[in-house]
């Protein structure tokens, strides 16, 4: 079974930084592939970043790239998302994801099998 809970979201002003992180208290964690995603107001939610179960793959969406970096620890079985140079578009929930037992990245909500409550995070200008 998959538990994941995210936290870290918060207010913080333009160009700041902030760190999400994502516990899963799972037995199965270093064999999924996990991703994060956002959804703002009134918007579709998205696909931010993705981490194979070993960490040696990463992809990113394009508008993230360069500010957002995705990591993970299998020994703590957590996930984390380093996010700088922060603009008011990024203001969303951010939701972590779970690919049960498989190790590939995924960049579709579909391929994710678990899902956190998500942390919402606020870019202020």
């Known amino acids: 079974q998959v538990h994941l809970v995210e936290s870290g979201g918060g207010l913080v002003q333009v160009g700041g930084s902030l760190r999400l992180s994502c516990a899963d208290s799972?037995?199965?964690?270093?064999?999924?592939?996990m991703g994060w995603f956002r959804q703002a107001p009134e918007k579709e939610r998205e696909f931010v970043t993705a981490?194979?179960?070993?960490?040696?793959?990463?992809t990113d969406a394009e508008f993230v790239k360069g500010r957002f970096t995705i990591s993970r620890d299998n020994a703590k079985s957590m996930v984390y998302l380093q996010m700088n140079n922060l603009k008011p578009e990024d203001t969303a929930v951010y939701y972590c994801a779970a690919r049960s037992g498989r190790g590939n990245v995924g960049v579709d909500a579909s391929e994710y099998d678990y899902w956190g409550q998500g942390t919402r995070v606020t870019v202020s200008s």
């Open positions: 981490i194979s179960s070993s960490g040696l793959t990463t």
């Open positions: 799972g037995r199965t964690f270093s064999s999924n592939a």
